[in-house]
């Protein structure tokens, strides 16, 4: 493709949440594989404290240092420009950026404002879900401030409501941190005051003796949802270290399972995905109990990682679309999706 015609795409990554680094990881490894000769590519980096930069390509792990960037004027250099969001966990998997984009104009991958902040909150996303009828594990939430006003009955009513183990998350963060499996009422307790380190609001879900089966779900309207695999946890579950450092995990895929609970596990990601307004990607998290309820929805991630041992991509591999044609089609979906938000809307009324 002649270099006039390439698309200009912005790699946005870095950020203000827990999740920098794993999206200064994912970040490199996207720009690697790439096609150079389809792509204008630009890096703009987050730092930590939130500015905007103009970062260098770097092999298997990008930094988010360099000098300032007008991100603003960037992304509106040109009418063809789409941004690439890799970013994780709050303001830049929770809508926040998405607004940016959408103010600037600009085409984007992934879902869109409102998809992208109930998918990131698991509270309200497990509302969304019980409201479609989608079977999940028993859950609670408790705000800070009930916490902090009685601590000992927050925690009774975690036990009483799910039993013992259960596990404790904020409610907006990803890459299982501030996750904790508690066993006991003190362990309960010394959870949710974790949690509250990340999130003003916990979750609280009943512990599942399961298998852990995702899915990859690429599309707009119309999603497609890959072959199901299974994480094989090294630690007691799959936690920060053990997904992007220990390397003690390991994947199946296919999973072992049975044709028809594969079905049936793709069919509710698809439908999950429609009801909760997603748009290009994201990854459908199940557990799967063999001998009892069978597929339980445990939450959807609308930014996966993108790295070497990431899900998502391997997952879309097996079923034959290669790394660099899988941006492809982000790109193109996000295009897509683009020409039809625009064209509703409507600035004059007269």
Known sequence: MPKSEKTPLVIIFGGQSPEHEISCITAAYIYANLDKEAYETHLVGITKQGAFVSAEPQPEKLSAEGPAVDLLSLLQSSGETVAFPVLHGPLGEDGTIQGLFDIAGVAYVGAGVLG????MDKRVCKLFLDHYGIAQAKWTSFTETEFDSSPQDVVQACVSELGLPCFVKPANMGSSIGISKAKTEDEVLEALKLAFKYDPVAVVEEAIVGREIEFAV???????????????????????????FDGKSSSVIPADIPGEAMAEMQQIAAQAYKGLGLSGLSRADFLYEENGRGALLNEFNTMPGFTPISMYPKLWEHDGIAYAALIDELVALAQARFAKVSAKRITDVS
């Open 116 to 119: 992208s902040a109930v998918a």
């Open 218 to 244: 690429l599309g707009n309207e119309d999603p497609k949802v890959s072959t199901g695999g299974e994480i094989l946890p090294g630690a007691e579950f799959y936690d920060y270290n053990d997904k992007y």
